[in-house]
């Protein structure tokens, strides 16, 4: 196995392994290197369904998105071939998906792992980002960071749809449902390195004890600084790479495309632990 850093914080290319027949030896020499880098590439894998969510189940229990599925299909093309229509609610989530944020945070339990398998992809665009929020916070300045040491922001699908001029019906969507929005600290350790991060990105609003608009004048400055070279790795994708990355320490994105062009990622989402992803309670 080679491992090569990306010019980058974060992010790296690993080389001679083969995800679809991974041994366990193998796979501690993955799961270290993860936690260095946080984002890890694995090119031309064509890595089956099954193997995939088996990848997933390596770093922890699957959070199931919908149905009893462990495994979700992201893309604008529908089960017959022909392309979403640029209104529908599913478009205006993947849309969404092109604002920076971090899986599940509007959900009880924040995501702990994310993998990402290409099928199909554009001719050109459609490239998702990664950025490093161990490094967003080491760059701030220490008045900053003690500023937003003890505050925290609630996280809400509905919020971030909204400032897309989408009006997410409940129940249309993963993570649209009758819950209440979770209170999550700006500024998280991370449970295994023991990093300091932030934890902001699109789905974040409402800092109690600041008036709206200075919430939103404070995340949109956090966001702004935190998402800059050289702590913003990108890719291109090509069908069969494969990319897993640790939602409780980077934000990402997706990159628009010609959406008459069909993008097919396959999902597979891993459920963070209670102890270390729920929000704040009281």
Known sequence: MQIEACEASLGAVVSGVDLNHLDNSTWRDVETAWYEFAVLIFPGQNISPAQHIALGERIGPIEVLAGDHKSVTLSNQRADGSILDASSNHFQILRGNEGWHTDSSYMPVSAR???????????A????????M???YDSLDDDLQRRIASLAAYHSLYHSQAKIG???PTGSNYGLGDQPPPLRPLVKEHPVTG???LFIGRHAYGIPGLSEQAS???LATLLEAACQA?????HRWQAGDVVMWDNRCVLHRAR???YTQARVLRHVRVSGDARTEAGIVG
């Open 256 to 258: 628009p495309y010609d």
């Open 166 to 168: 989408h009006a997410a």
């Open 230 to 234: 050289p702590r913003v790795l990108v």
């Open 125 to 132: 665009g459609g490239e998702t980002e990664w950025a490093d």
């Open 195 to 197: 990093r300091v991060c």
């Open 134 to 136: 161990r490094a967003a």
């Open 216 to 218: 939103e004048t404070l």
């Open 113 to 123: 792992a994310s993998i990402l398998a290409a099928d199909v992809v554009p001719d």
